[in-house]
């Protein structure tokens, strides 16, 4: 139904309310009257910057493209703020990332804030920074996170919160520590910061499609990136180089990529999902353990139904998106809603470029607005912690991840009582004992069991 709406019955449907894209891009806390009596529902408030106030010092963890990506949007987030500490287990990576920082924002990190190893992120944590940016391989993001929490530092954290069930819930937890410190916490889970997105939910939460019922999300993209095993290379090295493509460092593609759509569509329902039946498989990829697509049916706990599809080769046909049905009518969840008629009866208005066209594109990128708002709790003293909303959504990804490679349906209760844990005991460079077979259906592997090597 999502590729023949019928653009020409849009209607007014909220009194005499302009429509709410454009009040949300200029950041108005507007109320929009529900469509459910005695009900009203803000509009999110949006910053184009973060306030101004004191030097906010960042400390870098992970300093791969992604990471030296987040160092820049945190720069771009408003004044005063400074990147002054990196790390990363490989000395190249560190060497690139703090070369960009020179030449593209004129930022000269000192020798002895740059940091290599296993242990770089506990030089990063103790150098005189007030914020962490977390951007590691999600594999030690629950250490790293545990240990930037204990120093009683806000943290940005990269999605996902983890690989594996004992990393979830340790993420979990230390959620709940930075709760008690008062420590502001934004996740890497983007969408929940993207201005058509939000303004799309308010919409749907005023009652425009009634009653939840069901929701399709898709991720289905070209193939991720390889990288070939070369010679000299220990094993470790190997996979550390080649971290996307195995279960123990990137979680999967269930985890790592639909944790976005897990994310807004357990917004959407206000609740996360319970249970998990899924399939996947390998058909092209090239190194590692990991699937390269996953079809997976999660459930909530009042039966409703939430269908999730990644998939991740080179020459198919591609689709990235969200269909939430309600009693009323459907949305995509980026800036159209429908009825059942397939009238479009509201669309999300985005900016006019400078000839007065329309841009089709957010006035702030959400990697950038994500670290405004991070900032600006901050300097606020605005709580803010989504880390608890990451967590749940990273181990909806692992609940589905599990049950596409053992053939089994798998509840959130099996997973929040695993003591499955992926990786080596010991981080160092040289052989690991870990199983590289690509998981088979049928053979039902213990969830409950530890996947791990010295």
């Known amino acids: ?29 507007y109320l929009l009257s529900s469509c459910n009596p005695g009900k009203r529902y803000e509009a999110p408030v949006f910053y184009d910057t973060a306030p101004d106030g004191p030097v906010l010092k960042a400390g870098l963890i992970g300093c791969g493209g992604r990471g030296t990506g987040a160092a820049l949007n945190f720069l771009n987030a408003g004044p005063n703020l400074e990147i002054t ?41 103790g150098s005189d920074v007030d914020v962490i940016l977390h951007v590691t391989p999600q594999h030690f993001r629950p250490l790293h996170f ?12 990269e999605k996902p919160g983890a690989v594996d069930p004992v990393g979830a819930r340790s993420v979990m937890a230390s959620g709940r520590m930075a709760d008690a410190a008062g420590l502001v916490v934004v996740a890497g889970t983007n969408f929940r910061h993207q201005r058509d997105y939000l303004t799309t939910h308010s919409m749907v939460q005023s009652g425009v499609i009634g009653d939840l019922v069901s929701a399709n999300a898709w991720d289905i993209r070209g193939k991720i990136w390889h990288v070939n095993r070369q010679e000299g ?26 944790v976005h759509q897990i994310d807004m569509v357990s917004l959407y329902f206000g609740k996360h999902p319970v249970k998990a039946l899924g399939f996947g498989g390998r058909h092209r990829r090239p190194t590692g353990d990991v699937y390269d697509y996953y079809s997976i049916e999660y459930e909530f706990d009042d039966g409703k139904i939430f269908n999730c599809k990644t998939r991740c080769i080179d020459g198919c046909h591609n689709k990235h998106g ?4 309600g009693t009323k009518g459907y949305t995509n969840c980026l800036n159209r809603i429908w009825d059942y008629d397939d009238n479009l009866i509201w669309e999300y208005e985005y900016p006019l470029d400078q000839d007065g066209n329309p841009t089709n594109r957010v006035a702030i990128s959400s990697y950038d607005e994500e670290h405004i708002n991070f900032v600006t709790a901050i300097r606020n003293n605005t709580p803010m912690n989504q880390t608890h909303n990451l967590a749940a959504a990273t181990l909806c990804g692992i609940m589905g991840r599990e049950s596409a490679i053992t053939g089994r349906e798998v509840t959130w209760d099996e ?12 981080y160092l460079m040289g052989p690991l004992n870990i199983t590289t077979d690509v998981p088979v259906p049928g053979t039902a592997p213990d969830i409950s069991r530890s996947r791990s090597g010295a």
Request: charged share 25%.
């Open 415 to 426: 997973m929040m009582a695993s003591n499955l844990r992926l990786g080596p005991d010991n």
């Open 146 to 157: 545990e240990a930037a929490v204990q120093a009683r530092k806000h943290i940005f954290i």
């Open 233 to 258: 290379w220990c094993d470790m090295e190997a996979m550390l180089r080649d971290w996307m493509n195995w279960y123990w460092l990137s979680g999967g593609d269930n985890v790592d990529i639909a």
């Open 85 to 125: 500490a990196i790390g990363d287990v490989f000395q190249h990576r560190v060497d690139n990332c703090r070369k960009s920082l020179k030449e593209r924002r004129g930022i000269d990190i000192s020798d002895q804030n740059c940091f290599t190893g296993f242990d770089a992120y506990k030089g990063v944590i």
């Open 1 to 29: 139904m999502e590729t023949k709406p019928k653009s020409s019955g849009r209607r007014e449907f909220i009194g005499n309310a302009v429509a709410l894209g454009t009040m949300g891009a200029l950041g108005a806390g």
């Open 322 to 325: 969200f269909l939430i049905f």
